[in-house]
T-cell receptor, first 111, second 115 residues
Framework: DAKTTQPNSMESNEEEPVHLPCNHS???????IHWYRQLPSQGPEYVIH???SNVNNRMASLAIAEDRKSSTLILHRATLRDAAVYYC????????????FGTGTRLAVRP | GAGVSQTPSNKVTEKGKYVELRCDPI?????LYWYRQSLGQGPEFLIY????????DSGLPNDRFFAVRPEGSVSTLKIQRTERGDSAVYLC?????????????FGPGTRLTVT
């Protein structure tokens, strides 16, 4: 899987939007962009994924750059429960097995 | 519905002992994955099952580690002659199918401590 680069940590205020960036300059045409998050003392949980177009779901939005070399996970109103480590992961459609996690971005949410 | 469950939640063992970690995937999920997470790191892939067979075991660190899924549901990760470096959280995940982009659902993990 291609490599991703994320900031080590970010902070946000409660009820404000949060934009979590991810760079993936070596992304291939068949790579999906996935985001998972891991709350303290829990296993990771799926957040969202996309291929080329921006995506929205109940948890978040995913904005993908036109050249697909970067993407941004958007939490529209951060809550204290959103404090977690967020992982940006590329998955090739042809491989279909493991997730390759980096060190992710640790998001702190201030009340 | 029930999520992925793992037992035990915590396991403390002495160096050199044998341990078994169990994973119960979500019912109907054909793909099952094992990961290991050390403190401050992201999860690291160990092995992946499609049905009863190991489709990719490239992440197993050495031959002390072995995993089975005999009936295509429950899986057991087995570690022989444990070493202190094996101390980590062992995570299990399942997926309806291994086809990308289907998501993986993770269990809470088993924290293994080797003394």
């Amino acid at each position: 899987d291609a490599k991703t680069t994320q900031p080590n940590s970010m902070e946000s205020n409660e009820e404000e939007p949060v934009h979590l960036p991810c760079n993936h300059s070596t992304i291939s045409g068949t790579d999906y962009i996935h985001w998972y998050r891991q709350l303290p003392s829990q296993g990771p949980e799926y957040v969202i994924h996309g291929l080329t177009s921006n995506v929205n779901n109940r948890m978040a939005s995913l904005a993908i750059a036109e050249d697909r070399k970067s993407s941004t996970l958007i939490l529209h109103r951060a809550t204290l429960r959103d404090a977690a480590v967020y992982y940006c992961i590329l998955r090739d459609k042809s491989s279909g097995d493991k997730l390759t996690f980096g060190t992710g971005t640790r998001l702190a949410v201030r009340p | 519905g029930a999520g992925v469950s793992q037992t035990p939640s915590n396991k403390v063992t002495e160096k050199g002992k044998y341990v078994e970690l169990r994973c119960d995937p979500i019912s109907g999920h054909t793909a099952l994955y094992w990961y290991r997470q050390s403190l401050g790191q992201g999860p690291e892939f160990l092995i992946y099952f499609q049905g009863t067979g190991a489709a990719d075991d490239s992440g197993l660190p050495n031959d002390r580690f072995f995993a089975v899924r005999p009936e295509g549901s429950v899986s057991t990760l087995k570690i022989q002659r444990t070493e202190r470096g094996d101390s980590a959280v062992y995570l299990c995940a399942s997926s309806l199918t291994p086809v990308v982009p289907y998501e993986q659902y993770f269990g809470p993990g088993t924290r293994l401590t080797v003394t």
